[in-house]
C-alpha cells in the first residue's frame, strides 16, 4: 500500500531535550516536506527536499533541522525543542514531474507537546 | 510567507444543503489543490487543477481554477454529515513550495 508514515505519532517531551521525528514514504517520491499545524494558522511548511542530499527552507524553519540522506527518508530534529514547538507535525511527499510538483499524499500526523 | 486568503473559516450548514468556499491569492498560481483534513488524520487530496479555467467535479464536489489564475473555488452539494471536517485550499506555482489557505472548518447539522 502506497503511504507516508511518521513516528511517533504523539509524544510529550521536556524543553531542551533533542528529538527526531522520523517520516518515510514507499512510492518513490522525489519531493518530501515537513509542515506544522497550529489552530488559525493552518499549514505551514518547515523544510522541504526536492530530492537526496537537496534540502530548502520553508516558511517556519527556525528551531528546525532535517537531512535526506536517502529517498524515501525525511526525519525532522529538534535538537533543542521549545514550549513553541508544541504543534501537530505532517509529512508529506509527492513526485516531480516536468518541471512542475505533483500532487502531494500527507502522513498521518504527529502531536508533539513540548512541556 | 506567502498565504492564502480562504474563506469562510467556519460554516455550520443543515444536512442536505449545498456548500460553497474559495481561495484568493494576491499573486497568480499554475495549480490549485483542494485538501480535506478529519480530526486525527493527515489532510487528504480532494480535488486537482492544473488549468485556468478547468471545472472539475469528484463526486459531489466541484472545483475551479479561476480564469485570472488567482482564485478557486470549492462547491459540495447536498451535504452529509461525513462531510464535516476542515477543508484547506493549497496554491503552486511551478516547482515551488505549495502555499495553503487557513481552512474551512465545516460543520454539518442533521
Known amino acids: 500500500e502506497a503511504q507516508v508514515t511518521q513516528n511517533p505519532r504523539y509524544l510529550i517531551t521536556v524543553t531542551g531535550k533533542k528529538l527526531t521525528v522520523t517520516c518515510s514514504q514507499n512510492?518513490?517520491?522525489?519531493?518530501m516536506s515537513w509542515y506544522r499545524q497550529d489552530p488559525g494558522l493552518g499549514l505551514r511548511q518547515i523544510y522541504y527536499?526536492?530530492?537526496?542530499?537537496?534540502?530548502d527552507k520553508g516558511d517556519v524553519p527556525e528551531g528546525y533541522k532535517v537531512s535526506r540522506k536517502e529517498k524515501r527518508n525525511f526525519p525532522l530534529i529538534l535538537e533543542s525543542p521549545s514550549p513553541n514547538q508544541t504543534s501537530l507535525y505532517f509529512c508529506?511527499?509527492?513526485?516531480?514531474?516536468?518541471?512542475?510538483?505533483?500532487?502531494?499524499?500527507f502522513g498521518p500526523g504527529t502531536r508533539l507537546t513540548v512541556l | 510567507g506567502q498565504q492564502l486568503n480562504q474563506s469562510p473559516q467556519s460554516m455550520f450548514i443543515q444536512e442536505g444543503e449545498d456548500v460553497s468556499m474559495n481561495c484568493t491569492s494576491s499573486?497568480?498560481?499554475?495549480?490549485w489543490l483542494w485538501y480535506k483534513q478529519d480530526p486525527g488524520e493527515g489532510p487528504v487530496l480532494l480535488i486537482a487543477?492544473?488549468?485556468?479555467?478547468e471545472l472539475t467535479s469528484n463526486g459531489r464536489l466541484t472545483a475551479q481554477f479561476g480564469i485570472t489564475r488567482k482564485d478557486s473555488f470549492l462547491n459540495i452539494s447536498a451535504s452529509i454529515p461525513s462531510d464535516v471536517g476542515i477543508y484547506f485550499c493549497?496554491?503552486?506555482?511551478?516547482?515551488?513550495?505549495?502555499?495553503f489557505g487557513k481552512g474551512t472548518r465545516l460543520s454539518v447539522i442533521a
Open positions: 512510492m518513490n517520491h522525489e519531493y
Open positions: 487543477l492544473y488549468k485556468a479555467g
Open positions: 508529506a511527499s509527492s513526485l516531480v514531474g516536468t518541471g512542475v510538483i505533483d500532487t502531494q499524499y
Open positions: 527536499s526536492m530530492n537526496v542530499e537537496v534540502t
Open positions: 499573486s497568480i498560481f499554475n495549480t
Open positions: 493549497a496554491g503552486q506555482l511551478g516547482n515551488t513550495p505549495l502555499v
